[in-house]
């Protein structure tokens, strides 16, 4: 059985496909068609590696000479199956199979980029996840409330999408979790002179606009007698930087991409993601493994992430004043912030490990794979 992934980005596949790659033990002959980074080849030796950028952005020229690319690599390794992941890749991933023939197209949606859109641009977009769901004989989706969001969409979905297990593109690597150094937490707030008794927040992801970063920074710019500091981790998207030093906000740490990500949520007290849409977020059960509670936005995905005053708290969207008062109340609290972590913890290990989210997706491929070739 010949596997193919289908990938936007090297950041892709460490944060989102990271734990899956790590459960792979040659299971079925897999190959990642991505941008990736050099060292990735080194880390996960069992898979071959096919180089091929095609983009986040929309570019015609580009777009229509990475299509015909994929068409020929396609052809030339005659997969059993091919499976996109994000957005950009789904489109793409989706003609070039069905030009080649693949015989099993594969898609998971993570988070409609025309959610948070409107006009000619919503409708474009839709049309074309429209067009991924005709062209794929299989579809799947990281989370129950993204199935109910396609469905009261209309987007015809066919009876094809599923759900893997509990939820979750790759789930939580408890190995990871459990050898995370206890040391970090302490050292870093020596290191940046935060006192070891604060409560700290962090967001840690790509800082873009509508990750909801901006959102923070009103946030905090509402709270005058605060008592917590804020750490930013992760690339920066969108002038983040430029726009966080203008508000010249004191407790407030910025730091770029980092290989070592759950080092840094150990740190914190509690996590943010006030994003305007998402998928699954990982970094929320990541942390939740850790016993972090989290604040995220009352929307689809997330809503599937946290179990709203349990485990964390979701508060509406582009909404920086509830995001005030979110945050006062974890930080203020500190035997809910306890609970909620704890709860997340419970939850996050019972429901969303690695193991348990790549057995499912062997499982789909398969099922898959036997339906075609009895």
Known sequence: MKVARVVTSPE????????????????????????YSEDMP???????WIYLDLGRKISLTKDIANLFRLILIFRKEHFDIVHSL???????????????RVPIRMHTFTGQVWATKSGIARWALRQADRLVCALNTHCSADSASQIEFLKSEGIPICGKIDLLADGSLSGVDLNLIDKVDPKFRADFRATHG????????????????????????????MIPDRRFTMVFVGPDEGQFSERLQSRSLRNVIEIGFVNNPLDYISVADGLLLPSHREGFPNV??????????????????????????????????????????AMMLLSTDRKLAKEMGAAAKIRARTLFSCQRLFEALTNIYKNEFSKRNP
């Open 12 to 35: 892709s596949i460490f944060f989102v496909m990271r734990n899956t790659l790590n459960q792979f033990n040659g299971e079925y002959d897999l190959t990642i068609i991505a941008p």
């Open 42 to 48: 080194k880390r996960w030796p069992k898979i071959k």
């Open 86 to 100: 994000m957005p950009k890749t789904s489109l793409m991933s989706a003609v070039a199979g069905f030009i080649a």
């Open 194 to 221: 935060i006192p070891q008794d604060e409560f700290v927040f962090i967001f840690l992801g790509r800082k873009r606009a509508d990750k909801g970063v901006l959102e923070i920074i009103d946030a905090i710019s």
């Open 284 to 325: 929320i059960i990541e942390s939740g493994a850790l016993g972090i509670p989290s604040i995220g936005t009352n929307i689809p995905g997330m809503t599937d992430s946290v179990v709203n005053g349990k485990t964390g708290i979701l508060v509406p969207v582009k909404n920086p004043s509830k995001l005030a008062e």
